[in-house]
């Protein structure tokens, strides 16, 4: 007996390539709403889910593109309309299709609420004010600051090496001027996190600026002051040659 054995095989290719002609149809068509939906929500990616009476679609969406849609009914498994992996059976995809004209639907009118939304919205914006004379006069002060600080570059350059880095104390904070040669490279208060005065990347903020400004002098009398103990210092060694 041959049990079937000698029976002819139903072939599933042609159901198969319906399906898939159908399938990539849905996916060209969901593709736009996705673009749609990128467009109104903004960014790269995001989902959104719609409501119809058969039950949920969600769309989610990357780069412009379709990720997923999934339909979720009333009853029964999710279906994976679209998705990165593989298509949906035929079947669910049939039971899918008969729901998608009110997903279009759905979405047609989530984008339609939108119409009009602007209509009342001013775009009659205050003045905005000018930082200008604000950043003129902090550079101002920034440049005063410079040129007493390229001063001290100098002498430090004059008495203690091609380059390094003078640190004093003004009331109760770290003050350190770099040097590199007859130029500053930096000046920073506050040690490693505070605030660099003076740098080669750009000019302190404003009120950073205000707010250490009247201490630059006492920075400065300190240096003189250490200026004149070392001459002091100095002038007490003698060296004397025998004969």
Do not use: C
Not at 53 to 59: E, F, H, R, Y
Not at 113 to 122: M, R, Y
Not at 126 to 153: F, Y
């Amino acid at each position: 007996m041959s049990h079937g054995l000698d029976s002819d095989v139903a072939s599933a290719d042609d159901v198969a390539s319906r399906r898939d002609e159908v399938a990539a149809r849905v996916r060209s068509h969901a593709g736009e709403m996705a673009r749609q939906l990128a467009v109104l929500q903004g960014g790269d990616y995001g989902q959104r889910t719609f409501e119809t009476p058969d039950g949920d679609w969600t769309l989610k969406y990357e780069a412009g593109d379709v990720q997923y849609l999934r339909f979720e009914p009333d009853s029964g498994s999710e279906i994976y309309v679209v998705s990165s992996k593989q298509p949906p059976e035929p079947a669910e995809l049939e039971r899918a299709l008969e729901a998608y004209d009110a997903f279009v639907a759905a979405f047609n009118e989530h984008v339609e609420s939108f119409d009009g939304l602007f209509d009342d919205a001013t775009t009659d914006f205050p003045a905005v004010a000018s930082a200008a004379e604000l950043a003129a006069e902090r550079d101002r002060i920034l440049e005063g600051i410079r040129e007493v600080a390229t001063a001290m570059a100098q002498e430090l350059h004059r008495y203690d090496g091609e380059y390094g880095t003078y640190r004093t104390t003004v009331s109760g904070t770290r003050w350190e001027l770099k040097w590199d040669g007859d130029a500053a490279s930096y000046l920073r208060v506050g040690g490693s996190d505070g605030t660099y005065l003076l740098s080669q990347y750009g000019p302190a903020p404003a009120p950073e600026v205000r707010r250490l400004v009247d201490d630059v002098g006492a920075f400065v009398d300190s240096f003189n002051e250490d200026v004149a103990d070392l001459e002091a210092d100095l002038s007490r060694v003698s060296f004397e040659t025998t004969a």
